[in-house]
């Protein structure tokens, strides 16, 4: 089984603040992407980075794929209120039957942004 | 929008009964996955499916089951609950790519309670 450690676990922190939270593996993936969750719902994609050393950007946040495709990180500049949630990073590596993708989400980093 | 509905958002069973959790999809995925979430794990993977009628194993499909006999439906059964089986579970879709980038829609959750 392949495992994705995620660090921190938890993070608070007051808005505007930067943070960053990474992502970290032993096994190669095809592409990673990341979701946020929200309390009472099931996570949504944020963004899937494919090439070892990509950078996205999403507003205030940067995510990037190490270059040999183990490890990732997402940045967040100027933190706000609405950016609170768990953020989930998920390698995916191709299904051997079937097609398609399987994924294997990391740990999780809980994060709150405080007024 | 996809749209991936448990049908369950809580639920409380005795240990040894038979629990079914329900889940449909509204966009014609090939793939369907069902996932437990547990605070400091993230999300394992139980059993997935990519086609009517197939299934796969998962990370963790002890004490589990499932079913497909419809596309849209992909059904989570425990066959005598435990009370290690209390979580939330999250079903989601995917189309069926071959990059292995297709991104995860995830329904609600339903959470069990075993007592």
């Known amino acids: 089984t392949q495992l994705l450690e995620q660090s921190p676990q938890f993070l608070s922190i007051q808005e505007g603040e930067n943070l960053t939270v990474y992502c970290n593996s032993s096994?190669?993936?095809?592409?990673l992407q990341w979701y946020r969750q929200e309390p009472g719902e099931g996570p949504v994609l944020l963004v899937t980075?494919?090439?070892?050393?990509e950078v996205k950007k999403l507003k205030r946040l940067t995510f990037q794929f190490g270059d040999a495709r183990k490890d990732s990180s997402l940045h967040i500049t100027a933190a706000q209120p609405g950016d609170t949630g768990l953020y989930l990073c998920?390698?995916?590596?191709?299904?051997?039957?079937?097609?398609?993708?399987?994924?294997?989400f990391g740990t999780g980093t809980q994060l709150k942004v405080e007024l | 929008d996809v749209k991936v509905t448990q049908s369950s958002r809580y639920l409380v069973k005795r240990t040894g009964e038979k629990v079914f959790l329900e889940c449909v999809q509204d966009?014609?995925?090939?793939?369907m996955f069902w996932y437990r979430q547990d605070p400091g794990l993230g999300l394992r993977l139980i059993y997935f499916?990519?086609?009517?009628?197939?299934?796969e194993k998962g990370d963790i499909p002890e004490g589990y089951s499932v079913s497909r006999e419809k596309k849209e439906r992909f059904s989570l059964i425990l066959e005598s609950a435990s009370t290690n089986q209390t979580s939330m579970y999250l079903c989601?879709?995917?189309?069926?790519?071959?990059?292995?980038?297709?991104?995860?829609?995830f329904g609600n959750g339903t959470r069990l309670t075993v007592t």
């Open positions: 989601a879709s995917s189309l069926k790519q071959g990059a292995g980038n297709s991104p995860l829609h």
């Open positions: 096994s190669v993936f095809s592409s």
């Open positions: 980075v494919v090439t070892g050393g």
């Open positions: 998920a390698g995916a590596a191709i299904l051997v039957t079937g097609g398609g993708n399987k994924l294997t």
């Open positions: 966009m014609d995925h090939e793939n």
């Open positions: 499916s990519y086609d009517v009628k197939m299934k």
